[in-house]
């Protein structure tokens, strides 16, 4: 049984792409130091990670004798003298010098790797499992040769945060399956594929983006407000995305109807439920992620859309539990061959995944409107809108200006109920119901807060009123029958009484009659 990320059963080992959620746990903890060193700091974790696919670059003293093959055991040992186990990072051809070899990972999420280093500082660098510093010896597939490196340095890794958003243009871009719907929104919008890396990097700078839509301004921010954009840009625009990736790479790669050969897809669908939900979550996946999922229970609590029925304030938000039973379903229509109903799945998937975005900016507009939120407050309104802007725009590009207008850098005011109709007039498009948001709760009063409470649905409206329409000409047509044969009565009894014979007679009458 493989270490399992979550409530949810993957099928393969995935706890070295699960990790990459420490990467952004590290990047978190630099930036709230607010130094100009522990800034940098969380740069270089973002640019050259530290938890995920790590492998040593190592030197050997001779060149290869012969070609090495991606993925060939390679063995060597740490400092205390005690095996580590690795393989070829990619295919080497003989006479190369200069050698990747990644490190075995394990199936235990709390052990996975025992050599993390990259950029990482401080007590997250962990030595332990990486292969001996200095003058070695390594065997390469049954051939052992002689290495140097320096520990310190030379331990990398292939999986990075910024990687997630620059390798999109060969991914998804020019992606054997392209166009992807979700990707296309963003690269249309922003008018370019690596949109987040631009994001993250002009918020760490201070700088400005050039995108084509969508643009900041990051100097009106100092490190408070740019802080906010950074950690949830690199976890909710970087991350997103690229746990979207996977599951079209799982699509790209299914065969249709065939049982016994979908191993490569499932294991992708497996890396993007992982990229999800990250290592730090746990079984229960409560107050301890740093990823989508821990986002999703945070602002279920705040929206009201808890537990299985998306009701309470409290535990598991309901779209957790939703998107659990897509992964699951979406793990066994690959293992089945049943790559159409997938595809669906991988839909409707992408459609949830927006849920969060909305709810953060519903909830930070209306704390810039009515709370007097600050720096702090004003970014992370701008951070969600990002996160959900270019699928607005692809949906109604109106409705996109005036959330834009309302919560970007440097916004002169905002209005949150403006936001909030503007997201609601494109739930429709965005297969959305008014009950999957939500509304904006005050824990503290029991009640929503004063015009944020959920919307009701369009359709709801229309079935309700066509069912008090059909009600009423019910009622109209019992009651005009009704009428009718009254009024029918009625003339009869008239038309008796002109003939002297009235249907109904007194007592007296009656009596009067007989004498």
Partial sequence: MYAQPIIFCVSFQVTDHCAIDRDQRAIEVELARKTNESWENAKQIYLQGGNSKSYALITLSEPLRSNVVKGTTITGKNDAGNEVAGKMYSTTEAGAVNVKVQYAT???????VQCQVGALVGEDVNLSGCFADGENTINIGGEVYTYTYTAATENKNGRTIAGFSTQLEDKLKNGPGAPY????YFRKYYGTSDYADQWVNAAFEGGRTSFTNGNADFSQYGLEGREQIIKK????????????????????????????????????????????????????????????????????????????????VDGQSKL????????????????????????????????????????????????????????????????????????????????????YNNLRVGASSTNHQEVKEAFESVYPQLGLTCADIGGLWNEGTKSYYPGMGPCTDASTTKVVTETNSTLAIALGTTFGVLFAVALIAILYMRSREKQGAPVFKTEEVESSVKA
């Fill in 233 to 312: 840009g690199t976890a909710y625009m970087n991350v997103w995305m690229y746990t979207i990736r996977e599951f079209e790479d799982a699509l790209d790669d299914c065969k249709r109807g065939c049982i016994n050969c979908n191993d490569d897809p499932v294991h992708a669908w497996d890396e993007g439920v992982c990229f999800y939900s990250g290592s730090l979550e746990g079984q229960t996946g409560l107050e301890s992620g740093y990823l989508l999922h821990q986002l999703a229970d945070k602002r279920s609590v705040n929206f009201k859309t808890g537990g299985p029925d998306g009701t309470d």
């Fill in 106 to 112: 394990t199936d235990v999420q709390d052990s996975y």
């Fill in 320 to 403: 957790n539990y939703d998107l659990m039973d897509e992964f699951a379903l979406g793990n066994y229509q690959l293992q089945s061959g049943n790559c159409p109903s997938a595809r669906k799945t991988k839909e409707r998937i992408a459609q949830l995944m927006y849920i969060p975005m909305i709810q953060g900016s519903l909830r930070y507009a209306y704390k810039v409107d009515k709370l007097q939120g600050g720096e702090k407050e004003k970014a992370e309104g701008a951070a969600f809108a990002a996160a959900v802007l270019p699928r607005v725009h692809a949906a109604n590009s109106d409705a996109a200006s005036k959330i």
């Fill in 181 to 184: 719907a979700d990707f296309e």
